[in-house]
DNA sequence: TGAACGTATGAACAAATAATCATACGATCA
DNA sequence: TGATCGTATGATTATTTGTTCATACGTTCA
């Protein structure tokens, strides 16, 4: 089956569920400006959570978030955790949204 | 500012809570279900209610969220409520999730 | 007009979730 | 080795959110 075909047939109800799940991830305000922080550039927690003026904590958790959807990666540098954006869907994904807000 | 350049500056940080907000709509299984069912035809609440096994109640409440983030219409044939696909962005991010999913 | 139908909506409740706090873990360096 | 730095994580709490229940609204038709 190719990708295309494979695209127009019927979505499986199980399917649906993990994208539901995989739009919640995107669904949060604070995962949001992680995620475009990182468009821009890799950084590291502390740096995360100073430019995004929130705790080390929370950042850490919602990356913990973004880490298990497969959104961002990370990089291990010394004692810093270096987070990257993973793949460019998310890209793709943000523009879609920002091109439905904008109409 | 062309449509390109727009996508290409900065978003605004009040645009990232919009996109968070927008977001959070596909992120609910039931709305992800209601969308997909409206991909394949319009539908008006009880059918809806029916297909997915569901209260006409739940339906319609989601169907109030999904009308205010302008994901769906409606139109009105005597007592019904007839609601159908808003815009094709809908498509674009829905497709775009599932090639994420599928990687 | 009144009954029946399809839909919308407010209130209430249960479940999910994001931030905080405290603390643990691993790496670096004196 | 012990101290410090950067990060991860469990528990708790406050808030958000989806469903249910009851009911109201608008349309059709006898």
């Given at each position: 089956m190719?990708?295309?075909e494979q695209?127009?047939?019927l979505i499986p109800?199980?399917?649906l569920y993990d994208l539901a799940e995989l739009f919640k991830v995107f669904g949060d305000s604070t995962r949001?400006?992680?995620?475009?922080?990182l468009f821009l550039k890799e950084l590291c927690v502390n740096d995360?959570?100073?430019e995004?003026?929130?705790?080390?904590?929370a950042i850490?958790?919602?990356l913990k978030i973004l880490r298990n959807a497969r959104l961002v990666g990370l990089?291990?540098?010394g004692k810093q955790s270096v987070y990257f954006l993973k793949d460019d869907h998310v890209r793709t994904i943000i523009d879609q949204g920002r091109e439905h807000i904008e109409e």
């Open positions: 190719t990708k295309k695209k127009n047939r109800e199980e399917e949001i400006r992680i995620l475009f922080a995360l959570a100073a995004l003026n929130m705790t080390q904590s850490s958790h919602q990089r291990r540098e």
